[in-house]
């Protein structure tokens, strides 16, 4: 069963903007990751927040964790073309939280 | 520094024939080993993972298999492919204890069966 739902599923903006994807889950977690994945290649993680974190940085991205809500966002700023990409939220369930249940996705276009 | 290699890259198999992927990770003791497949455009589908040598999780029934016969290696076969088995299959790792800390990607096969 999908556990991660990322909002919007494609979103295209202009070089210089700034993107933010969401993401819903369902169940409670102990912490929630996002990747990101260009086209045919493996997914490369960016950021991992935890369930008692509110938000972390990590250069252009800036990511917020909402546990009352069950939701997350990614937020990418001054975007460029490098960062065409889809991105993926990931959440860790299961006994020992030992499995990590990836949402669908956000195919993130950057036009110049 | 660890690294993950996963081969071979593009797979064009008939309908009814095996499949052997491999994985094999290194610079790292007893990783948490996983198998996630991908269709076009979506999301990734949890297969298999392992915890330890000989131990083996199944998230989907279907006619595939994995098995880790060494602490770094993690086959996924199958027996008999079917026309749904096509798709992008990608092997990862994690440091033990859990999630928390991130997944490590291969690049990835894609397999096509026809």
């Known amino acids: 069963s999908q556990q991660g739902e990322e909002d919007p599923q494609a979103l295209s903006i202009q070089e210089g903007e700034n993107a933010t994807m969401n993401c819903s889950y369902k169940?409670?977690?102990?912490?929630l990751q996002w990747y990101r994945q260009n086209s045919g290649r493996g997914l490369v993680h960016l950021i991992l927040i935890r369930s008692n974190e509110r938000e972390k940085h990590s250069g252009r991205l800036r990511v917020t964790l909402d546990t009352s809500k069950k939701s997350s966002s990614l937020l990418i700023t001054a975007s460029r073309a490098a960062d065409t990409a889809s991105y993926f939220c990931?959440?860790?369930?299961?006994?020992?939280?030992?499995?990590?249940?990836f949402g669908q996705g956000t195919r993130l276009t950057i036009n110049p | 520094s660890q690294t993950i290699h996963q081969w071979p890259a593009t797979l064009v198999q008939p309908v009814g024939s095996p499949l052997s992927l491999e994985c094999t990770v290194e610079g790292t003791s007893n990783p948490n080993l996983y198998w996630y497949r991908q269709a076009a455009g979506r999301g990734l589908q949890l297969l298999f993972y392992?915890?330890?040598?000989?131990?083996i999780s199944s998230e989907v029934p279907q006619n595939l298999s994995a098995s880790r016969p060494q602490d770094r290696q993690f086959i996924l076969s199958s027996k008999k492919l079917l026309l749904s088995d096509s798709g992008f299959y990608l092997c990862a790792w994690s440091a033990t204890l859990g999630l928390n800390s991130p997944l490590h990607f291969g690049n990835g096969t894609r397999l096509t069966v026809t």
């Open positions: 990931a959440t860790d369930v299961g006994q020992g939280a030992q499995k990590l249940v």
């Open positions: 392992s915890v330890g040598i000989g131990q």
């Open positions: 169940t409670s977690i102990n912490n």
